[in-house]
């Protein structure tokens, strides 16, 4: 149930998030608001981080290179996010984001990707993502 929460929190914050900084980007540009998120959201793990002790920095030396490559991932999606709100308005953008999520997530369980878990995924599963995918086109439809 937790965990539930924990997604439509994050669902939400990342919708809030995308419209804001959008907003920010148009007055002060792309990178400048990419620069003041990243570095805000660097401030808050920094204050969490000192609260919580969780894990250690010496751990890193046993993490997968390739993992560490999600910062840039970071500011690859702030980016992309404010330009997808901004060009397709936070609704269309949004729901485009998510199937792209849906489906990226979808191929990492099935395939075992990253060392996840590989999970079953079936004809139920590519049936809901063609309905999604036939949602978003019903909501873009112009009668």
Do not use: P
Not at 54 to 80: E, H, P, Q, S, W
């Amino acid at each position: 149930m937790l965990g539930i929460i924990y997604a439509i929190v994050a669902g939400i914050a990342m919708s809030l998030q995308g419209v804001f900084n959008t907003n920010v980007s148009d007055k002060i540009g792309m990178w400048h608001t990419n620069v003041i998120v990243q570095a805000i959201a660097l401030i808050c793990s920094a204050i969490a981080l000192f609260f919580t002790k969780d894990g250690g920095f010496a751990g890193l030396r046993d993490v997968n290179k390739l993992y560490l490559f999600g910062g840039v991932l970071g500011a690859v999606i702030t980016f992309t996010v404010m330009k997808g709100i901004g060009s397709l308005g936070a609704t269309f953008a949004i729901a485009i984001i998510l199937i792209s999520q849906i489906s990226a997530a979808a191929a990492i369980d099935a395939f075992g990707l990253f060392g996840a878990e590989k999970l079953s995924f079936g004809l139920a599963q590519i049936g809901g993502l063609i309905l999604m995918i036939g949602g978003i086109v019903l909501f873009k439809w112009k009668f």
